[in-house]
């Protein structure tokens, strides 16, 4: 299973962003081989190992930051990453997209940067949808939940109030897939 790097960029400078004075601590804290690729220029258009560049890392964030809490660590890197990647030009197609657009968009977006993944939107109306993730190797909960909070705040951006979900499922404790139920007014 592979990661692009524009992934693991976004995992670095959040780091950076919110936990500057911990930012060199968390770089020791990696293993060597996660530590070599946080500390080199990350090429965002190349491939990575997912647990050696992003599983690992994540579970430091998790544990440094959150108190070991997966969902709570997840969501505010998932947050991140959609403000990082949701900025300029596409906030003003946001304004303009529908939800279930926009998710469908997330779902192929996955696929795009997570290899080999299938995800699909397994049910959608105008105030809610279902995203299924249907295979990820080795997929954590840090990252189900971060999936989960890149779409909230993707939803926010489309000026959708009151945005909720819940994971039903998770392959990351075995079950045969991982389910995220969303909901918006």
């Known amino acids: ?13 959040f780091v950076k962003e919110f936990y500057p004075i911990k930012f060199n601590d968390w770089i020791r804290s990696l293993p060597t081989e996660s530590r070599a690729i946080y500390e080199a220029p990350i090429k965002v258009s190349e491939w990575y ?3 050696t560049a992003y599983y690992i890392p994540m ?11 997966a969902q709570k660590a997840g969501e505010e890197l998932g947050k991140y990453s959609a403000q990082v990647a ?3 030009i596409y906030k003003v197609f ?24 299938e995800v699909e939107i397994i049910e959608s109306s105008s105030n ?3 995203l299924k993730i ?16 890149w779409t909230i705040k993707a939803l926010e951006f ?13 392959i990351s404790t075995g079950q045969a897939s991982t389910n995220i139920e969303f909901k918006w007014l």
Request: glycine share 4%; charged share 25%.
């Open 94 to 117: 946001l304004l303009v997209a529908t939800p279930q657009y926009l998710i469908k968009r997330a779902s192929k977006m996955m696929e795009t940067f997570y290899i080999p993944s």
């Open 128 to 130: 809610s949808a279902i």
């Open 1 to 13: 299973m592979q990661v692009k790097g524009t992934s693991i960029n976004t995992t670095r400078d």
């Open 158 to 170: 489309c000026n959708k109030k009151e945005v909720s979900y819940k994971i039903t499922s998770h």
């Open 59 to 69: 579970d430091s964030i998790a544990d440094m930051f959150y108190n070991l809490n």
């Open 134 to 149: 249907k295979k990820f190797e080795g997929i954590t909960k840090v990252l189900e939940y971060r999936f989960a909070g």
């Open 49 to 51: 190992d997912i647990k």
């Open 86 to 88: 949701l900025t300029g």
